[in-house]
């Protein structure tokens, strides 16, 4: 075990993949940095520090630093998929995709289908995503909802950087085209990660953070902690909380949720999106279904507002879940009838 | 032509404003009281007050994340900027757009914006709109240099062509796109103004650090784009950005020496200040009573966006349909 920053188990895993195989390479902006600039190549790279040292190790050919183009990254990248690459594409902000979508929905996550299995489509995109840095409504939004719609594309939102580590492996060994979604938040947060190279995390096993009887929540990203502590606390006054990250959106550990809210009979999702089509409506809609004789309470879905998301600190922390939202659904169906 | 003395001053004057504006901006962020990710236009005031000195009310622009410049030489209100910055709930857009989003449609200013090559196509729009009413008014998208580079600015340029839109395209090469340098970013051999000739357009080329050459060349693009039926134009300046991408950026690209360096020979506030005395249009004591003046305004509008009411939850749900 190693002890790394989020952002560095990002860097790490995609050293060790691209070292690992020739067919790897990545593209995005400013994922070198300094090109055409007095300061030279690897200047200063992304502002996320995802790719530091990338480029001395692998080279241009491998290490594409691309102009302000999104459509043609995602396009880019759909191609030296279909031609025996491994793409990792990565948008400095999730909400790029709205620049991109075509590439992302109607190419690649289509390809495969479209031709009837007769090619493989094995790209990662990879973008930072998530609301705590009041950079407004055009640069802090979570977009899970509107990519685990999309029939084709795997979709992971990891919490730790044990998670990145596995996940982001995962990622870039398989043969579709998957999402992985890093919550900008999460990027300075350190955790003990696995040394073994070929450590991966199957796609669609959820983890239990926490284990408790009475209520199931169910999230993942940056509102997993606020769950955890939630569950911490209520902890203390004997009432105990399964805290399950889901890891990845699509495809969905239903087996997990299930499980546990069979047992607890309360279900809470915890949501960084909005609530309408949301995640969380889409789990409570699978409970209600599969789970019904099991329920004791209405499940609830902890959602921002059915806004954009607004800039002033104090409008963007009402605009998140909070703790105290959190544990006041928790509460609200614990004391329901 | 000759501007008047007004007009000089006037024009000073918006640059100045522009100028301490983000010198302010750029001491206020480091005490980390303002949120948010800011992206200073300092250099660059020669290009937002060229262009804008030009435009009516009914003129319309459309701006960038770099976008306070734009926004104060089109007339929006300096106080109320503040407070958005600053997060108030009286400022110019509640405290909802914050930096990036500032707006002022009334004034003629459609939006300042965070997504990079967002602003062209809407500027089409503007000037289809314009072509229609048939007034002679405009529509003007500001871009960059990286900008210039999204699928959506070409687009932009060939149906603005197609459709006669009464649009200007107004490139501002500071040189950068973040920490990525023109000369690796554009493909057309350190030229933008070249692309939107290849689309049909008359186009144009100026000094950005020059406030008369902006001036003199945006008289040029008005006079042919106002004529109805000439469809658009494009024109780019070349320009400095004095601070990083974005404040907080260590700006290990720039070359030994290059902040000073542009700082001593290409600052468009001292070339106007050289130029102007130089032919004796104005006296250095004009321009110092103006600093004062500015310097007061700009200390006025930070002490009303600190003492100015902060928003509160239910702020966040107006604005917007929320039917449930
Ligand atoms: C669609 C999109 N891609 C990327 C970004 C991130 N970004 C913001 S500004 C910028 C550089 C823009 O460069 P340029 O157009 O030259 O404008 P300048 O910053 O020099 O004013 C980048 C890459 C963004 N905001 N939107
Ligand atoms: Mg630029």
Redesign the interface.
């Given at each position: 075990m190693a002890k790394m920053m989020y952002r560095d188990a990002v860097v790490s895993t995609i050293a060790e993949e691209m070292a690992r195989d020739e067919n790897v390479v990545c593209l995005g902006?400013?994922i070198v940095?300094?090109?055409?600039?007095?300061?030279?190549p690897e200047?200063?790279?992304?502002?996320w520090s995802t790719s530091t040292g990338l480029f001395g190790k692998f080279g241009a050919d491998r290490m594409i630093?691309t102009?302000?183009?999104?459509?043609?990254i995602m396009g880019a990248a759909a191609g030296l998929a279909l031609s025996g690459k491994r793409p990792i594409a990565e948008l400095m902000f999730a909400?790029?995709i709205?620049?991109s979508l075509d590439q992302i929905w109607n190419q690649l996550a289509k390809f495969r289908y479209m031709f009837g299995g007769k090619t493989k489509c094995p790209a990662v995109i990879r973008m930072a995503y998530g609301a705590g840095?009041?950079?407004?409504?055009?640069?802090s939004q979570a977009v899970h909802q509107i990519l685990t719609g999309m029939p084709g594309l795997k979709v992971v939102m990891p919490t730790t950087p044990a998670d990145v580590k596995g996940l982001l492996r995962t990622a870039i060994r398989d043969d579709d085209p998957v999402i992985f979604l890093e919550h900008k938040a999460l990027y300075g947060v350190s955790g003990e990660v696995p040394d073994d190279p070929d450590y991966m995390i199957p796609f669609g096993h959820a983890r239990l953070s926490r284990a408790g009887q009475d209520v199931t929540i169910v999230s993942t990203g940056l509102l997993l902690g606020f769950c955890e502590a939630v569950a911490d606390k209520l902890a203390a006054e004997g009432i105990g909380c399964d805290v399950i990250d889901l890891r990845t959106t699509s495809p969905l550990d239903e087996e997990a949720i299930l499980d546990s809210v069979e047992v607890t009979g309360r279900l809470i999702v915890v949501d960084e999106a909005p609530p309408r089509c949301s995640l969380g409506a889409d789990i409570c809609a699978l409970v209600a279904e599969k789970a019904f004789a099991s329920l004791k309470a209405p499940p609830l879905s902890v959602n921002p507002?059915?806004?954009?998301i607004?800039?002033?600190?104090?409008?963007e922390s009402?605009?998140l879940p909070s703790v105290d939202k959190i544990e006041a659904a928790v509460r609200k169906v614990l004391s329901y009838r | 032509m000759q501007l008047s003395r007004e007009a000089l001053l006037r024009a000073y004057r918006q640059m100045k404003v522009i100028r301490e504006f983000e010198e302010r901006l750029h001491v206020d962020i480091q005490t980390g009281e303002i949120?948010?990710?800011t992206h200073l236009y300092c250099g660059q005031e020669a290009v937002a007050v060229g262009v804008c000195e030009h435009l009516s009310v009914e003129d319309k622009i459309v701006s960038t994340h770099r976008g306070h410049g734009h926004c104060l030489a089109k007339g929006c209100d300096v106080n109320g900027m503040m407070k958005e910055i600053w997060?108030?709930?009286e400022g110019l857009?509640k405290?909802?757009?914050?930096s990036?989003?500032i707006a002022d449609v009334d004034k003629g200013m459609l939006g300042a914006?965070?997504?990079?090559?967002a602003g062209a196509p809407i500027a089409v729009g503007a000037g289809i709109s314009c072509k229609i009413d048939g007034k002679g008014h405009v529509a003007i998208t500001f871009s960059g240099d990286?900008?210039c580079?999204?699928?959506?600015t070409f687009e932009a340029m060939n149906m603005a062509v197609v459709t006669k839109a009464a649009t200007i395209f107004v490139f501002e090469n500071n040189h950068?796109?973040?920490?990525?340098?023109?000369?690796?970013?554009?493909?057309t051999n350190k030229d933008i103004a070249s692309r939107a000739e290849a689309f049909g357009m008359k186009v144009w080329r100026g000094d950005g650090t020059d406030f008369f050459s902006v001036f003199e060349t945006m008289r040029e693009v008005l006079e042919y784009v106002r004529v109805p039926g000439n469809g658009p134009a494009a024109v780019e300046f070349d320009t400095e950005r004095f601070f990083g991408h974005f404040e907080g950026?260590?700006?290990?690209?720039?070359?030994?020496g290059?902040l000073d360096r542009i700082r001593a020979e290409r600052d468009c506030l001292k070339k106007f200040r050289e130029s102007v005395t130089a032919a004796k249009l104005l006296a250095h004591e004009d321009l110092d009573a103006l600093d004062a003046e500015v310097l007061e305004a700009i200390e006025e509008s930070v002490r009303q966006a600190k003492a100015a009411d902060?928003?509160?939850?239910e702020?966040?749900?107006t604005d917007?349909y929320?039917s449930?």
């Open positions: 902006e400013d940095g300094g090109m055409g600039t007095p300061g030279g200047a200063i790279g992304g502002i630093d102009p302000i183009s999104e459509s043609a909400d790029f709205g620049v840095y009041n950079a407004a409504a055009q640069h507002p059915h806004t954009p607004p800039f002033a600190r104090e409008l009402a605009y | 949120a948010g990710f997060g108030s709930r857009c405290g909802k757009g914050g990036m989003h914006n965070g997504i990079v090559g990286g900008a580079n999204q699928g959506t950068y796109s973040e920490h990525t340098g023109f000369e690796y970013a554009v493909g950026d260590p700006q290990r690209y720039r070359g030994p290059e902060r928003p509160t939850a702020d966040v749900l917007v929320i449930y």
